[in-house]
C-alpha cells in the first residue's frame, strides 16, 4: 500500500513487474530496521482506505508524513527504487547500485513516459509503422 501511494502506480501494476520481494529485501537491507518499520507503522497509522484512489484528506496526511525529516531520505530512496530499479544513496554516491539486470528492465520509468528499456523489452517488429503514443495536458483555464 504504501508503495502504491509512493509511486502512483497501481497494485497490479507494482506486483507485475515481479520485483516485490527483491525491492524490499533491499529496502530492509539498507534501511535500519527501526527506520523501515517506523515508516511502515507511521504509513499504517494513517488508515488509508484505498491506496489507488486516495482522498484529498489522506493525500494531505501522506503529504505531512513525507514532510517529517526521519522520512523523507528513505521515502525519496523507496520512489527512486520503485521508479530507477536503482538504490540511491546520494545523487551522485559510488555507493548507487542497480539491484539486477531486470529491475532496470522493469523500472516504472519506461511506463510513466510511455517508452521501453533502451537494451531491453523492445517494442517488436512492425512498431515503426504506428504513431508513438502522446500524452497531452490538461491545462486549468481559470
Known amino acids: 500500500a504504501l508503495s502504491i501511494v509512493l509511486t502512483g502506480f497501481s497494485k497490479a501494476d507494482l506486483?507485475?513487474?515481479?520485483?516485490?520481494?527483491?525491492?524490499?529485501?533491499?529496502f530492509q537491507k539498507e534501511?535500519?530496521?527501526?527506520?523501515?518499520?517506523?515508516?511502515?507503522?507511521?504509513?499504517?497509522?494513517?488508515?488509508i482506505s484505498n491506496p489507488e484512489s486516495i482522498s484529498k484528506e489522506e493525500e494531505n496526511r501522506?503529504?505531512?508524513?513525507?514532510?517529517?525529516?526521519?522520512?523523507?531520505?528513505?521515502?525519496?530512496?523507496?520512489?527512486?527504487?520503485w521508479y530507477l530499479g536503482?538504490?540511491?544513496?546520494?545523487?551522485?554516491?559510488?555507493?548507487?547500485?542497480?539491484?539486477?539486470?531486470?529491475?532496470?528492465?522493469?523500472?516504472l520509468v519506461w511506463k510513466a513516459i510511455g517508452a521501453h528499456p533502451m537494451g531491453g523489452k523492445q517494442p517488436g517488429f512492425g512498431t515503426w509503422g504506428y504513431a508513438p503514443?502522446?500524452?497531452?495536458?490538461?491545462?486549468?483555464?481559470?
Open 133 to 142: 503514443l502522446t500524452f497531452t495536458s490538461e491545462k486549468s483555464t481559470n
Open 86 to 107: 536503482e538504490w540511491v544513496v546520494d545523487q551522485y554516491s559510488p555507493e548507487n547500485y542497480i539491484i539486477s539486470s531486470n529491475a532496470y528492465l522493469q523500472g
Open 15 to 26: 506486483v507485475g513487474t515481479g520485483m516485490l520481494d527483491s525491492y524490499f529485501s533491499v
Open 62 to 81: 501522506v503529504a505531512a508524513l513525507l514532510k517529517q525529516e526521519v522520512f523523507q531520505h528513505i521515502t525519496k530512496q523507496l520512489i527512486q527504487l
Open 31 to 47: 534501511v535500519d530496521s527501526t527506520s523501515v518499520q517506523g515508516l511502515l507503522s507511521a504509513f499504517e497509522s494513517l488508515a
